[in-house]
Every structure is written in structure tokens, then in C-alpha cells.
């Protein structure tokens, strides 16, 4: 079983940064895709970014240039560095982490950029 802890969320005006950071624990496979996602009041979750265990980024077009997503894989952790951000990126973000067939997900951070 894995456990994802997020942290890091908070109150921020517009043009602001925050770091999220994601705690993994348990039996984790070495080769996995660990991922930031982010849910706004009414709409559907939505991906952020997402990195390998290779370090390869994926990152919605949305965020591109603003937001920077990285792991310390000793540390089991990833960030996600946000800035420039806009009221627009208000939202719960969850951690997830993809290991063999098997998916986990973190409880979520509240973001919320004021105007």
C-alpha cells in the first residue's frame, strides 16, 4: 500500500507563488509516474503535470512556463513549483502516483489565488 501526503497549499494574490510538495510512503516500485492534478469548484479534475522516475514532464498547456514539477526520488517527493499564478488556478491539487497497474491518490491542497 502507498500513502500520498500533500502540503503546501495555501492563500495567495495573483501574480504569487506557492511550492506543493507530496510525501510518498509506503512499498514504492522504483519505476513509476508520479503526477500533480487539480480540481476547481464544478468542473472535472484535470492533469497539471506529471514526471517519471526518469524525470521526463508532461505539462498541461494551461501551466506551461508557469509552473515547474519536479521529484527527489531518495526523498520519495515531488514538487510543484507555481508561479505567476492566476485566479484561474484556484483549486483543490492532488498528488498521484501510477507504479505497475496499480494508482494512487493524496487527499488534496487547497490553492487559492485572489484577484
Known amino acids: 500500500q502507498v500513502q500520498l501526503v500533500e502540503s503546501g497549499g495555501g492563500l495567495v494574490q495573483a501574480g504569487g507563488s506557492l511550492r506543493l510538495s507530496c510525501v510518498a510512503s509506503g512499498s514504492i516500485f522504483s519505476m513509476n509516474v508520479m503526477g500533480w492534478y487539480r480540481q476547481a469548484p464544478g468542473k472535472q479534475r484535470e492533469l497539471v503535470a506529471t514526471i517519471t522516475s526518469r524525470d521526463s514532464t508532461n505539462y498541461a498547456d494551461s501551466v506551461k512556463g508557469r509552473f515547474t514539477i519536479s521529484r527527489d526520488n531518495a526523498k520519495n517527493t515531488m514538487y510543484l513549483q507555481m508561479n505567476s499564478l492566476k485566479p484561474e488556478d484556484t483549486a483543490v491539487y492532488y498528488c498521484?502516483?501510477?507504479?505497475?497497474?496499480?494508482?494512487?491518490w493524496g487527499q488534496g491542497t487547497q490553492v487559492t489565488v485572489s484577484s
Open positions: 498521484r502516483l501510477i507504479a505497475a497497474t496499480y494508482v494512487y
